[in-house]
């Protein structure tokens, strides 16, 4: 059986109150809350090519970690 890893601070619990959160909100919902983080000035959105995908990831955690 394969053991579930999760991110520090994580557990099932949390990972299924996500899940929740996301499953029970309305499209209208969904949107707002969409809109609303596109427009945080303390964000910047950029698309990144699939195949540095995994290396922004890494260096996204490492900041977090540093």
């Not at 520090?8 to 099932?12: E, H, I, L, N, V």
């Given at each position: 059986m394969t053991e579930n890893r999760y991110p520090?601070?994580?557990?099932?619990e949390r990972v299924r109150k996500v899940i929740e959160?996301?499953?029970s909100q309305s499209d209208d919902e969904a949107?707002?809350?969409f809109e609303?983080?596109?427009e945080d000035q303390g964000v910047?959105?950029?698309a990144v090519p699939n195949e540095l995908a995994d290396e922004v990831r890494r260096l996204l955690a490492?900041?977090?970690t540093a």
């Open positions: 520090k601070g994580w557990d099932a959160y996301y499953d949107i707002a809350e609303a983080a596109h910047t959105w950029f490492s900041r977090r």
